[in-house]
């Protein structure tokens, strides 16, 4: 059981270094946006017409492709997967 999750996990953290101009993400706090500005450590996202954010890489919990938009909501429940996963990781840490 762990290991699938520690799958997924690296999946998803090699998805999050990889991130760059115009990939749409969420981050943990549930905010949809489109990133601007990826930088070192954080990232600049647009999520309205007159409103960017700065986030650090570590609150980004899905990087969202056309996949996920087709799979109707999938995004949603895999961002609660991540986030389930990685509290888990903190626990045994």
Same mark, same amino acid.
């Given at each position: 059981? $762990? ?9 998803? %953290?090699?998805? $999050? ?8 993400? *969420?981050?943990?706090?549930? $905010? ?7 930088? %070192?450590?954080?990232?600049? $996202?647009? *999520? ?11 609150? #980004?919990?899905?990087? #969202? ?14 961002? %609660? ?13």
């Amino acid at each position: 059981m $762990i290991r699938p999750q520690n799958k997924e996990r690296k999946e998803t %953290e090699k998805k $999050i270094a990889a991130l760059k101009k115009g990939d749409k993400v *969420v981050t943990i706090g549930g $905010i949809h946006g489109t990133v601007v500005t990826p930088k %070192e450590k954080t990232l600049v $996202i647009k *999520v309205d017409d007159n409103c960017k954010l700065e986030f650090n890489r570590t609150a #980004i919990a899905t990087v #969202i492709t056309e996949k996920d938009v087709k799979d109707d909501g999938n995004a949603k429940k895999k961002a %609660e997967e991540i986030k389930d996963s990685d509290n888990e990781a903190k626990k045994d840490e």
